[in-house]
């Protein structure tokens, strides 16, 4: 069966301050990968998606960065974090075949800037 | 107007109670519809997903979509204490983009 693990879970981190968020997948191969943010009373936000090694669109201008590095790996990067980018940063895949219909998230990392 | 649009709640039921979760729409160009669960401090988990119209069961869960009212729906039949989380709704049109609703707080009462 697949899992999707991502970490850390919560960080804390000061205005400025670089920022790295891994994901990666198993039980899979060529997954598509999605990073989103979810906000109090907001619903999800897609930042990020990637069909391949490599290949990454972004659906917004912000102050984040994402790579995908090896097939099941996907990392959201900001080389100096924001107020505004405090939130819950969610990592999702999805089968080439099913797409955005069917999604599979991993726990979430709870991102804090101070 | 927001692409979805969903009533945050929060909804509070007696245990057994049937519950209905609803979203609006205002592109007549979705075509898939999707419920997810989220419980607290956890990422969503996908419970069911329509194309079109009509209805769709799933053991105690069922979706709706009555696309010329441009309005879905989840009903749970014999809710349960562990069904309290926050449902979120999301769509995606013909251009293959994807819309989330807010999502709606439901706490299931023993």
């Known amino acids: 069966s697949q899992t999707i693990h991502q970490w850390p879970a919560t960080l804390v981190q000061p205005v400025g301050s670089p920022l790295s968020l891994e994901c990666t997948v198993e039980?899979?191969?060529?997954?598509?990968l999605y990073w989103y943010r979810q906000a109090a009373g907001r619903g999800l936000q897609l930042l990020f998606y990637?069909?391949?090694?490599?290949?990454i669109s972004s659906e917004v201008p912000q102050n984040l960065s994402a790579s995908r590095p090896q097939d099941r790996q996907f990392i959201l990067s900001s080389k100096k974090l924001l107020l505004s980018d405090s939130g819950f940063y969610l990592c999702?895949?999805?089968?080439?075949?099913?797409?955005?219909?069917?999604?599979?998230f991993g726990p979430g990392t709870r991102l804090t800037v101070t | 107007q927001k692409e979805v649009e969903q009533d945050p709640g929060p909804l509070s039921v007696p245990e057994g109670a049937i519950v209905s979760l609803n979203c609006t729409y205002s592109n007549s160009a979705f075509q898939y519809f999707m419920w997810y669960r989220q419980y607290s401090r956890k990422g969503p988990e996908l419970l069911m997903y329509?194309?079109?119209?009509g209805n769709k069961e799933d053991g105690r869960f069922t979706a709706q979509v009555d696309k010329s009212s441009k309005y879905i729906s989840l009903f749970i039949r014999d809710s349960q204490p562990s069904d309290s989380a926050t449902y979120l709704c999301?769509?995606?049109?013909?251009?293959?983009?994807?819309?989330f609703g807010t999502g709606t707080s439901l706490t299931v009462i023993p």
């Open positions: 990637s069909v391949g090694i490599g290949q």
């Open positions: 039980g899979t191969s060529n997954p598509n």
């Open positions: 329509t194309y079109s119209s």
């Open positions: 999702a895949w999805s089968h080439p075949r099913t797409g955005l219909r069917e999604q599979y």
């Open positions: 999301a769509m995606i049109n013909t251009g293959n983009q994807f819309y």
